[in-house]
């Protein structure tokens, strides 16, 4: 693979981590992408169109399926996975009195427990390549959102790995951040209600939602700041929580 530089999206079949792969593949990098959804995977990948994109179909759940894809993603990048970005996720809500027990699991499963054991395996592989770096998306809800205790409970989750991850994968040379969008322009807002759309927008003060590019944007930022670690980046026009 020469001097080529290897990324690892979850959730690269879609918004947020197409963009993201769109960015790093334009920029050269070999792009390993893993999605449950299969049709959306095949499109990011003739996107990318090249011979350096490699995409899997597993669920984030499904340890031994992403296990297996991320072998084969470290072997065709010639042995190196520079960035893990961990960014599968669903926007399960639902208020406390609402959430049933198979909900909580779910959501926490998908944006929590699959982030941490994907970042385990990789941060294994990164030790033993001796630098790194991993990314968590969060969201603005992890301060706490009315109507996702799910979501908010697991995107915290996520925020509170950071830094610990951070502080513990330090003396191996590898750097673990997080991203903490707000609403951004994707299949998942696009689902929203229009005049819940434009009440929500009227709330941001930059009076936009972001772009996902806006994200990748921050993804490269991250990589290529070797300072950076163990921190979140708010990506809100300003509407934190
Ligand atoms: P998206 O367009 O729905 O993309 C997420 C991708 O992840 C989809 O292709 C989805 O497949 C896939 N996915 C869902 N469950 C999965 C699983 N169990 N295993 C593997 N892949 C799975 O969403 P997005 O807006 O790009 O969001 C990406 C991340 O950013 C998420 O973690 C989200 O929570 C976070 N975020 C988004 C926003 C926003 O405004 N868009 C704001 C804050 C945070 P399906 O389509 O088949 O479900």
């Known amino acids: 693979m020469g001097d080529r530089k290897a990324i690892f999206i979850t959730g690269g079949g879609s918004g947020i981590g197409r963009a993201v792969a ?15 959804d299969k049709s959306g995977l095949h499109e990011t990948a003739e996107l990318i169109g090249n011979g350096f994109v490699y995409s899997h179909v597993f669920d984030v759940r499904d340890r031994a399926a992403w296990d297996e894809a991320l ?39 998908i944006n929590l427990k699959g982030a ?5 395996a990789v941060g294994r592989r990164m030790i033993a390549q001796a630098g790194g770096s991993i990314i968590n998306i969060a969201s603005i809800s992890r301060a706490g959102n009315m109507g996702q205790s799910n979501y908010s409970a697991a995107k915290a ?29 994707t299949e998942m807002t696009a689902s929203m209600k229009p005049e819940a759309l434009e009440k929500m927008t009227a709330g941001i003060p930059l009076k936009r939602m972001g772009k996902p590019e806006e994200i990748a944007s921050t993804v490269a930022f991250i990589f290529e700041n070797d300072y950076v670690s163990g921190r979140m980046i708010e990506v809100d026009g300003a509407l934190r929580l």
């Open 116 to 120: 941490f054991l994907l970042a385990q």
């Open 157 to 185: 989750g996520v925020s509170a790995l950071v830094p610990v991850w951070a502080k513990e994968l330090a003396r191996y040379g590898i750097r673990c951040m997080g991203i903490a969008p707000g609403f951004i322009e």
């Open 22 to 36: 769109l960015h790093f593949a334009e920029r050269g990098w070999f792009v390993g992408l893993g999605d449950i």
């Open 71 to 109: 072998e084969a993603f470290s072997v065709a990048s010639g042995g190196r996975i520079d960035v893990v970005f961990n960014n599968a996720g669903i926007p399960l809500g639902g208020s406390l009195i609402e959430n049933s027990p198979e909900e909580i699991e779910r959501c926490l499963d």
